[in-house]
């Protein structure tokens, strides 16, 4: 059994910025990797960042480089993701998930684990 809780989102402006957070506990030891997802109103949830613990590497979709840091502990379970410079489009419903299985390059289409947690809000007005 899993459980996530992400907190931090909340509604602000275009340039602002949020910080989410995520606390995971139960058996995602079998993931090397944790992620942030999101999912915005009509569209289908799609990978947005991750880490890979087993070297710290992190990976971005294009989208958000530059402006969406990842960070967490592993040995805490926790993870982060600073959202900075946010834009109206960066609006939608954000999840960290154990990760499955990633292609650097093509990270929106990163696979969880299959455990969610009940997301965490974020609108970015324009």
């Known amino acids: 059994q899993v459980q996530l809780v992400e907190s931090g989102g909340g509604s602000v402006q275009s340039g602002g910025s949020l910080r989410l957070s995520c606390a995971a506990s139960?058996?995602?030891?079998?993931?090397?990797?944790m992620g942030w997802f999101r999912q915005a109103p009509g569209k289908e949830r799609e990978g947005v960042s991750c880490?890979?613990?087993?070297?710290?590497?992190?990976y971005y979709v294009d989208s958000v480089k530059g402006r969406f840091p990842i960070s967490g502990d592993s040995g805490k379970n926790t993870l982060y993701l600073q959202m900075d410079n946010l834009k109206p489009e960066d609006t939608a419903m954000y999840y960290c998930a154990p990760v499955a299985a990633y292609n650097e390059d093509e990270l929106s289409r990163m696979i969880s684990a299959g455990f969610w947690g009940q997301g965490t809000q974020v609108t970015v007005s324009s």
């Open positions: 880490i890979d613990w087993r070297d710290d590497r992190t």
């Open positions: 139960g058996n995602i030891y079998t993931s090397y990797c």
